[in-house]
T-cell receptor, first 113, second 115 residues
Framework: AQTVTQSQPEMSVQEAETVTLSCTYD???????LFWYKQPPSRQMILVIR??????QNATENRFSVNFQKAAKSFSLKISDSQLGDAAMYFC??????????FGQGTRLTINP | GAGVSQSPSNKVTEKGKDVELRCDPI?????LYWYRQSLGQGLEFLIY????????KSGLPSDRFSAERTGGSVSTLTIQRTQQEDSAVYLC?????????????FGQGTRLTVV
């Protein structure tokens, strides 16, 4: 079964600095999708960024970028120029074909002003 | 609809009572998920519906939990004989068909409190 592991329960960063959240996964599939979701205190889950496994280029969305290492099964999220509004729980997730979406345990990110 | 809608947004129930939580997915989305989230914790998978396939019920914690999806659209999660440990936020998500568009859209959740 596919599993997703986030080894950092909590992270903190100074405002305007850069932080990287880690995620590893286990799969025998070759084609799949990886996601980072953000959950602020409002509890609304918001998609931050998506990576398709067959694309070698790392996805980027404004201040958010990923480091996708397919061979190492690693999918880290880098947040540049951290802002107070980035404070949230961040979840890494995996999906292959029509199988269910699998989430990691989450990382709570705190932004220090 | 414009997004995934869940009702009620909050539910307080007495221990031992049955509750029903409703999820209206985005129109046309064939995949529907239910997750449970305890305070400050991660997402616990409960059940997954995909089109006309048999649902993946592997996450349901006990036989007190069940879910239906009628007509491939609205889903109801039922918890019978509620216990205090059932208190949590129940999140529903849906996604469109096909492997090329797999983003899941989430509702705001139902906060269930069992007293």
């Amino acid at each position: 079964a596919q599993t997703v592991t986030q080894s950092q329960p909590e992270m903190s960063v100074q405002e305007a600095e850069t932080v990287t959240l880690s995620c590893t996964y286990d799969t025998s599939e070759s084609d799949y999708y990886l996601f980072w979701y953000k959950q602020p205190p409002s509890r609304q889950m918001i998609l931050v960024i998506r990576q398709e496994a067959y694309k070698q280029q790392n996805a980027t969305e404004n201040r958010f970028s990923v480091n996708f290492q397919k061979a190492a099964k690693s999918f880290s999220l880098k947040i540049s120029d951290s802002q107070l509004g980035d404070a949230a729980m961040y979840f890494c997730a995996y999906r292959s074909g029509h199988q269910k979406l699998v989430f990691g345990q989450g990382t709570r990110l705190t932004i220090n002003p | 609809g414009a997004g995934v809608s869940q009702s009620p947004s909050n539910k307080v129930t007495e221990k031992g009572k049955d509750v029903e939580l409703r999820c209206d997915p985005i129109s046309g989305h064939t995949a529907l998920y239910w997750y449970r989230q305890s305070l400050g914790q991660g997402l616990e998978f409960l059940i997954y519906f995909q089109g006309n396939s048999a649902p993946d019920k592997s996450g349901l914690p006990s036989d007190r939990f069940s879910a239906e999806r009628t007509g491939g659209s609205v889903s109801t999660l039922t918890i019978q004989r509620t216990q205090q440990e059932d208190s949590a936020v129940y999140l529903c998500a849906s996604s469109s068909p096909g492997p090329k568009n797999t983003e899941a859209f989430f509702g705001q959740g139902t906060r269930l409190t069992v007293v």
